[in-house]
Structure formats: C-alpha cells, structure tokens
C-alpha cells in the first residue's frame, strides 16, 4: 500500500465495495433468464461450481496484483512485468467503454423508479411501447443519464474510504435486505412454488456446451473480471487482511444476491406469465417485470422497490468502474481526484450520448448489425475482457509464475487452496478464456 493516499479502512469495507461493484445489472436481470433459459438446476450448479473455481482463481489474482504493487491497474501490470503493460492500457479501457453505456442504462432504471415511486401508470402492460416510447426521446434519457452520472461521479470524487467504502457499507445491507423481501413476496402469490421448481429443478436434457459457456460469460460478467477494478480495489486492501478469506466472502455475495434475484423473478413470470415470458431476455427487466407487477397485489410498490434495488446495484457497478479509470488518469496524469473525475464524467456524458441516440435519431444506424449500446457492450464484453483475462493467466502462470500471487495471499494467512489455484491459472483458466472468446466472436450463445 505504500504510495497510496488512501484505502479501505476495513476488511468488511473492501469486501462490501468489492461485493457490491460485483453486484450490479448482470445479477439482477442476466442471471435469472439466463438460469430460467438454461435448465433452472442445471444452470445453478454449474455457475457454483465455476464460481469456487474459475472465478476464484480470477479474483485471487486480480486482488493479489494489486495490492502486491499498491498501483492503478496499468503501472500494476507493468510492476508484475513490464512486457505486460499493455494488458493493463487494455484492462483500463474496459471500464471507460462500459461506464457511458452502463450509466445510461442505469437511468433507464432511474426514470423506472421515479415512474413507481410517483403513483404513475405509465409502466402498465403495453407490450413495451411506454418503454421504447421512452428511450426513442433524446431529452428525457438524456436528463435521467445525466443524472446517474452526476451521483456516480459525486460518490467517486469523496474518495475511497469516505466515497466508495460509505457508501458501499450503506447500500449493499439495503440491497441484500430489499432482496430477502421482495423474494418472501413473490412466494405469498399463488403458485409460487411452481415458479420456484422451475427455477430450483435441474432439467438435464437443457445440459449442454451452451449450458457451460452460457454460466461462464454470466460469472465474467458478473464478477467485474478483467477490467482493472479489482486490481484497483486490491490495491486499496489492507495487507493485514486475509486476502483468500475476503475474496470466499465476495463470491458469496456475488452469488447470493443472483440467486435471490432469481427467487424475485422467475416463480412470478412464469405463474403470471408462462414459460415463454423468460425467454425475453434484456427486456425481461424493462417491458416483462412492469407487466407482471401491474398484475400483482401491492404491484406499485413491489416494482418501486425492486426499482430501487437494482438502482443501487448499478450504482455500486458504476462507481468501481469510475473509480478505476480515476485512479489510471490521478497516477499517470498526476492530477487531483476531483480534476480526474470531472473529467471522465466529460467523457463519458459525450460517448454515453451515442447510445441515447443509438435508440433516437440514430436507431438506423449499427455496426455489425448491432445497434450503439450493443457494439458497445459486445466489444468490451465479449472480445476485451477475455483477452486481458487470458493474458492475465499467462503472465501469473508462466511469466511471473504463480509464486507471485502465492506470496501476497501468504503474507498473514495459509493458501489453503493453494493447488487448485496452480492447476486453474495455468491450465483450465486459460483455455476457458479461448472457448469464451470464440463463443462470443462466433455467436455460439
């Protein structure tokens, strides 16, 4: 940590903010389609068991590099081997693609809010025109984006302990709490338990590579992999904290909150709604949800709070990812916090601009076929974050070796899983990253 003007003042603190830039829009509206689309179980058993795998072994050494180098997420790859630090620029740039696109998602999810909190209808079933109708404005998107990205930038310039680390120790009790409740809810409707099978059952003849593939790139994505937050986060950890125990703790969360994201949605649409509903994908969040809560007694508040709930998930995404674009700009540029964050909210409010309009005056426009937000989120998504992860592997496995993260995870407490992290890092971590690369270039899922 030396060199740092500031860190996380608590173990509790760090897994929190770490947990909470895990849990954001992926856990809340990805997981439970994905699980509904993919055997229920099935789907369930086989993200666990890459959860205490691959994604531990990810999240060990993106933690372990940066709190060895006590650094931003480029100079921290540079520190580990200067050949490697562009895999750091490239991990730096995943989060300044994904923050613009990912705060205008999350004013979607603010405009939904106001929409439940004022006693307004506006969300009724209509088979998603009051939401194509609003994101087909460019003044009203534009407002509530700009808004979200003021909060975010706002929390981000408070610093770490008295930003991220607060507010983090603040939301997330919140957020676990609005989840137990709104899922007791969804199970007073009648025939939950029917909704709750379809979600919990494992259907096997549904096993399948996609199955596999489909519960990788959900824990990629879900816990905030290869795009230099977590090295950022690491580097603001305590070296007396366990750095294995905290990173158990983080999964658990990170799982947690997806599962009951689950147990909030699937038992509901599909009592309500059938079976197919699931299959909506994306839209199950904005157009699908809407309908089943104008359907349910109390629908108005269900929907505010689930609302608010998955606002301050998101919010807890953005402000990591602010928060390590930040850290790259203060350490390379040597420039204030405040300076920094004022000018990547600049930044992102002129790109985010273009997927307002890539559902306005620029629907017609695509590239690849695929329309703004979507090239935006597929690029860092899917070609981005599985290069850095995989060069990642190699520099631990076989250029620094894995004595590099073995020694800082050592420094207070045993590395109890020690063998399975070689075997993942060097072998099967590598090779996952490949088939999630060529899944994703070809259109596999």
């Known amino acids: 940590m030396e060199g740092k003007k500031s860190g996380f ?22 997981f439970p389609y994905l699980a509904a689309k ?17 994604g531990f072994t990810l999240l060990v050494t993106e933690i372990a590099i940066g709190r060895k180098t006590g650094k931003s997420v480029v100079e921290a790859y540079a520190a580990i081997n200067s050949k490697f630090r562009v895999v750091g620029w490239l991990a730096a740039a995943v989060p300044m ?3 613009p696109y990912y705060c205008v998602i999350g004013g979607w999810v603010m405009k939904y ?26 003044g009203e998107p534009t407002v509530f984006f700009a808004a979200y990205l003021i909060i975010t930038t706002l929390i981000v310039m408070m610093g770490v302990e008295k930003g991220i680390e607060k507010v983090s120790t603040i939301m997330m009790p919140i957020l676990i709490l609005m989840s137990i409740f709104i899922a007791g809810y969804v199970m007073t409707i009648d025939n939950a338990m ?8 494992p259907d096997f003849s549904k096993f399948s590579i996609k199955t596999l593939v489909a519960a990788m790139g959900q824990l990629f994505y879900s816990l905030s992999l290869a795009m230099g937050i977590m090295v950022t986060y690491g580097s603001y950890m305590r070296k ?10 983080i999964e658990l969360f990170d799982t947690g909150v997806a599962f009951l994201a689950g147990l909030m949605i699937v038992p509901a649409v599909y009592v309500i709604s059938g079976e197919d509903a699931m299959n909506t994908g994306p839209s199950l969040m904005f157009i699908t949800l809407p ?22 998930a998101a919010l807890t995404s953005s402000i990591s990812l602010m928060e390590t674009v930040v850290s790259v700009v203060c350490e390379k540029f040597k420039i204030s916090r405040n300076k920094s964050c004022i000018a990547i909210m600049i930044l992102s409010f002129a790109v985010g601009l273009l997927s307002v309009f890539g559902y306005s005056i620029w629907d017609g426009f695509t590239i690849f076929g695929k ?34 993260v073995e020694d800082e995870v050592e420094i207070n407490s045993p590395f109890k899983s020690k063998r399975l992290y070689r075997v993942m890092i060097k072998y099967i971590a590598p090779v996952i990253m490949i088939v999630i690369f060529l899944s994703s270039v070809f259109g596999y899922v």
Request: aromatic share 16%.
């Open 113 to 138: 809010f106001t929409v439940y909190a004022f006693g307004q209808n506006a969300a009724a079933a209509d088979n998603g025109e009051f939401f194509n109708s609003f994101i087909g404005k460019v």
């Open 371 to 404: 329309q703004l937000l979507d090239f935006f989120d597929f690029i860092s998504n899917n070609i981005m974050m599985p290069m850095v992860a995989f060069f990642t592997c190699i520099l631990i496995g076989y250029v620094a070796k894995t004595k590099t």
């Open 9 to 30: 003042s608590s173990r509790i603190g760090f897994i929190l903010a770490a947990a909470g830039s895990a849990v954001g829009l992926g856990n809340i509206w990805r």
């Open 240 to 249: 007396e904290d366990p750095l294995e125990k905290s990173v158990r703790h």
């Open 38 to 54: 993919y055997g229920g179980g099935i789907f369930l058993i086989v993200y666990i068991i890459l959860t205490v795998t691959f």
């Open 97 to 99: 693609i994904i923050l």
């Open 291 to 312: 309908n089943i809560f104008e359907q349910m007694a109390g629908g108005r508040i269900i929907g505010m709070v689930f609302f608010l709930l998955v606002l301050l």
């Open 194 to 201: 029917e909704g709750v099978m379809y979600y919990l059952k």
